[in-house]
């Protein structure tokens, strides 16, 4: 069998969970050539596990302070070259497409005939699953931006539709260091986070963010390029998570047990339901802006106990590989019956 894996480039956790399943997949016979579109070429990192992987421009959301740019967004979208991209794509190679919200690989896919799996968070919204914020234009594109012939959703709850469970691959915990925070707001201004922080002194936060701040950082707040290594390394050892509400992000605190803060996208209606969800859970805490009187509380508040998440990247191969690929119930129950989830998820 050989496989397109095609994967959206704009947020590191379709990459994150990219990265699962290319190392489940080199266990196998299985050939699979990755594709990224997205992001600019200079900015992926890390990427030595994806072999001689292929690039293009695809399509992206933009951002400025804090929240979706829609005139920046429709601006950077509007050209010929995501329909070029797809004209010229030639996939008579290949048995199957997988996709995790990527659109060059999923158009082409469509208009080739060649059969297309969904494997993204993405795919888990087209089931009734906590939701809000979402406009009509928001359900245009989760159902046209990468169409697929099957869909197959990950979520932290399986919420009694056919979803499996988050892709997760963390360092081991190395004890909850309860006055170290581990900090990632990507949208955010960096100068903004600093002050945010400023006055917790009694804490450490560890930040990470591709830009610096132009203000003078205290003491105890810690800043670093993005560096995955050094992020895991922090995530392990951190007492709690502030972040975006970013799927895979959440996704590693739970396993660990970590607490979770989470400052949405505004204007992503995904990290909105991502929210609703968390929030249905009791999994996180959340603020619409970074308010100093919600991280005040926060802070105080308890850890959470880990969820145990399975190896759900070895579960799928097999299941690839079985070929029955519109029946994957047997694979979500089998999946979900190795997760012992917390009391009040069960209601």
């Given at each position: 069998?050989?496989?397109l894996y095609g994967v959206?480039?704009?947020?590191?956790?379709?990459?994150?969970?990219?990265?699962?399943?290319?190392?489940?997949?080199?266990?196998?016979?299985?050939?699979?050539?990755?594709?990224?579109?997205?992001?600019?070429?200079?900015?992926?990192?890390?990427?030595?596990?994806?072999?001689?992987?292929?690039?293009?421009?695809?399509?992206s959301f933009m951002t400025?302070?804090?929240?979706?740019?829609?005139?920046?967004?429709?601006?950077?979208?509007?050209?010929?070259?995501?329909?070029?991209?797809?004209?010229?794509?030639?996939?008579?190679?290949?048995?199957?497409?997988?996709?995790?919200?990527?659109?060059?690989?999923?158009?082409?896919?469509?208009?080739?005939?060649?059969?297309?799996?969904?494997?993204?968070?993405?795919?888990?919204?087209?089931?009734?699953?906590?939701?809000?914020?979402?406009?009509?234009?928001?359900?245009?594109?989760?159902?046209?931006?990468?169409?697929?012939?099957?869909?197959?959703?990950?979520?932290?709850?399986?919420?009694?539709?056919?979803?499996?469970?988050?892709?997760?691959?963390?360092?081991?915990?190395?004890?909850?260091?309860?006055?170290?925070?581990?900090?990632?707001?990507?949208?955010?201004?960096?100068?903004?986070?600093?002050?945010?922080?400023?006055?917790?002194?009694?804490?450490?936060?560890?930040?990470?963010?591709?830009?610096?701040?132009?203000?003078?950082?205290?003491?105890?707040?810690?800043?670093?390029?993005?560096?995955?290594?050094?992020?895991?390394?922090?995530?392990?050892?951190?007492?709690?998570?502030?972040?975006?509400?970013?799927?895979?992000?959440?996704?590693?605190?739970?396993?660990?047990?970590?607490?979770?803060?989470?400052?949405?996208?505004?204007?992503?209606?995904?990290?909105?339901?991502?929210?609703?969800?968390?929030?249905?859970?009791?999994?996180?805490?959340?603020?619409?802006?970074?308010?100093?009187?919600?991280?005040?509380?926060?802070?105080?508040?308890?850890?959470?106990?880990?969820?145990?998440?399975?190896?759900?990247?070895?579960?799928?191969?097999?299941?690839?590989?079985?070929?029955?690929?519109?029946?994957?119930?047997?694979?979500?129950?089998?999946?979900?019956?190795?997760?012992?989830?917390?009391?009040?998820?069960?209601?």
């Amino acid at each position: 069998m050989k496989i397109l894996y095609g994967v959206q480039g704009t947020g590191n956790g379709h990459i994150s969970r990219a990265r699962v399943m290319a190392k489940s997949l080199s266990k196998t016979d299985i050939e699979v050539d990755f594709l990224f579109s997205g992001r600019e070429e200079h900015q992926y990192f890390d990427m030595d596990c994806f072999g001689d992987f292929q690039l293009r421009k695809g399509m992206s959301f933009m951002t400025e302070g804090g929240r979706v740019n829609l005139p920046k967004t429709i601006r950077r979208n509007l050209s010929t070259s995501i329909f070029s991209e797809v004209q010229h794509m030639d996939l008579s190679d290949y048995d199957l497409v997988i996709n995790d919200f990527e659109p060059v690989t999923a158009w082409a896919a469509k208009k080739q005939g060649v059969t297309s799996i969904s494997i993204s968070h993405q795919a888990a919204l087209q089931y009734p699953v906590p939701k809000q914020g979402m406009s009509w234009l928001d359900e245009r594109l989760l159902n046209n931006f990468a169409p697929t012939d099957i869909k197959l959703g990950c979520h932290w709850h399986h919420f009694g539709f056919p979803i499996i469970p988050p892709f997760v691959e963390v360092e081991p915990n190395c004890g909850d260091h309860h006055h170290q925070i581990l900090v990632y707001l990507p949208f955010e201004s960096p100068d903004e986070i600093a002050r945010f922080l400023a006055p917790f002194n009694q804490y450490q936060f560890f930040v990470y963010h591709a830009a610096e701040p132009n203000i003078a950082l205290a003491d105890h707040i810690n800043w670093f390029g993005f560096n995955r290594t050094g992020f895991k390394a922090h995530m392990s050892q951190c007492g709690g998570v502030i972040g975006n509400a970013g799927f895979e992000l959440a996704s590693e605190a739970m396993t660990l047990g970590k607490k979770l803060l989470v400052k949405p996208l505004l204007g992503q209606f995904e990290q909105s339901s991502n929210v609703a969800a968390l929030e249905l859970l009791a999994a996180a805490q959340s603020m619409d802006t970074l308010d100093g009187s919600v991280l005040k509380r926060w802070l105080k508040s308890a850890s959470p106990k880990p969820i145990l998440y399975p190896q759900v990247g070895d579960a799928l191969v097999k299941w690839l590989k079985q070929g029955d690929w519109h029946q994957h119930q047997m694979l979500c129950n089998d999946l979900w019956s190795q997760v012992e989830l917390p009391d009040n998820w069960r209601k």
